[in-house]
């Protein structure tokens, strides 16, 4: 165990892509936390208004509130870390480095580890990232700092690093399938960002799809089902509907979708040749 | 002397093409063992078998009389075709990482490196390396773990001249250590000149295994050459144990029966007035016995 994750270290440790990804990443992570206020300002100095409600009185990031506020946006940037597991499985793919691991006597099993050690690394990084950017906002601006309302709904940043770790899985298995890295990184944009949201609206709404049963396939997809755990926060504050729990159906979805990533993954392993 | 590696009926298909047919071979400890055969014979298929990156078919494998591991593989020290190395981290960074997979201390990277003449370039990235020096990088590589077993696969491929003679100095140091060794190559000139034992594979089937030494025994052709050719071949063709006698342009190459050696042959033209100015006995060469054996199997 420690030594797939020395030999994941190792190969990391003087990449400068992978440094400046997560630094671009850290950046990204940071803009979304902090920005929040500037957002609500440009929104009013559009002359917007929820209900009559001046956008800046949102109480964005207030205790307990700001962690399911932070890490559902959060959330949208998590491809930006599955580009550099795609890059780092690519890079021992087109390299022939798995290849030659093995042959120097690692073996399948360790890589996995040593992959899955990468992903649980990058979920903990970006968690305690957004856990750290949370307190600093939250002692900024929250109306109530107390720790029971700071350490409440931490269950929202267990979501968090769950459904960085399955978005992972699934790009680490798409490497393994497809050895091109730039056309994954394209296709997995493509198919979270557009695809899948596009084939979820059409089954939700579209008006010949009469039979009740489409509209309810939509939360089977995995894509989808990352999403719905961790509900939308922001109807909260227009329509007092108050949803902060994680949905138990979306996270059994979820745990069904990543036991598939990694089945996916030890079958081509295991059966393919390492070329 | 102990048993480094048994193949028993290994059989790889890639789609519809037999890379590797039941494939039966047994390598002793401190043999150094030429796998020969032409391009897409199935060597490298093979040496991806016992090395766990190519799936078998059939058949199976056992390294040092045991099931094959991971661990095991540690022991050994392998180059498959193109030397495999991270483009943007330097010699040494690269060779962590074998070295942390193989358990063997840092502290050993730098010897490694010196013995194949990289230790100057060590903190240089492996993509600003000569075809040359990537090839000497792999081989270092193999070297790191000091294994009692090493895998060449086309160890000589893309060096210069002088390159292949420093590889081929280098096999035979290793080798001199007692280490066995399995170099597949269809250069036959450098298995001849390397190897003890060989096999001979043709669309991955073996068509031949055995000694290189009993190959290249003596053949009864003598090339000679006196002061006067003609009064030499007149002569020759009095002795009836000469059968055949050929003009090779500046010396005769002669055929003889068994009953004669080089020194009954230049002890009969002296004594016959000829002094010769060539006599030598012609080897057989791997490549004659590697063809001759193409052909019988044809």
Known sequence: ?275 | MGEVLKISRLSKKFGKLQAVKELDLTINEGQIYGMLGPNGSGKTTTLGMILDVVTPDSGSYRWFGQKPTAKLRTKIGSILETPCFYPYLNAFDNLKISAHIKGVSFNSIDAALDRVGLLFRKNDKFKTYSLGMKQRLSIASALLADPPVLILDEPTNGLDPQGIAEIRNLIKDISNQGKSIILASHLLDEVQKICTNFCVLRNGKKLFDGEVAAILKDTMQYEMSSLDNVALSQRLALNNRVMKIQDEGDYLLITTDESIDAAKLNEYCHQNGIILTRLYNRKNSLENEFLKILESND
Request: glycine share 4%; hydrophobic share 55%; net charge negative.
């Open chain 1, 1 to 275: 165990m420690t030594s797939a994750i020395k030999l994941e270290w190792l190969k990391l440790k003087n990449y400068p892509v992978f440094w400046v990804l997560i630094a671009m990443y850290l950046f990204a992570l940071m803009v979304v936390a902090f920005g929040g206020t500037f957002f609500l300002e440009w929104l009013k100095s559009k002359g917007l208004d929820f209900n009559g409600v001046d956008p800046t009185m949102l109480p964005l990031y207030d205790f307990p509130d700001i962690w399911q506020n932070l890490t559902w946006l959060a959330s949208f940037i998590k491809i930006l870390l599955a580009y550099v597991v795609i890059i780092s499985v690519n890079n021992d793919l087109s390299y022939n480095l798995l290849r030659q691991n093995i042959i120097d006597g690692f073996s399948k099993k360790n890589y996995l580890v040593s992959k899955i050690a990468l992903i649980v690394g990058l979920a903990l990084m970006s968690t305690s990232a957004l856990f750290g950017a949370g307190l600093v906002n939250g002692f900024i601006h929250s109306e109530v700092i107390s720790a029971r309302y700071i350490f409440d709904e931490m269950e929202f940043l267990a979501a968090y690093a769950l459904d960085i770790f399955v978005f992972c899985s699934f790009a680490f298995l798409l490497s393994l399938i497809i050895k091109k890295a730039g056309f994954i990184i394209v296709a997995l944009t493509i198919y979270s960002l557009m695809f899948e949201p596009l084939l979820c609206f059409i089954l939700e709404n579209a008006p010949f799809l009469t039979d009740p049963i489409w509209p309810n396939i939509a939360q089977f997809l995995p894509i989808s089902a990352l999403n719905n755990l961790i509900a939308i926060p922001f109807p909260k504050y227009i329509f007092q509907e108050v949803v902060t729990d994680i949905p138990i159906k979306p996270l059994i979805i979820v745990l069904v979708w990543e036991a598939i990533f990694v089945g996916g993954i030890v079958y081509i392993l295991n059966k393919g040749d390492i070329k």
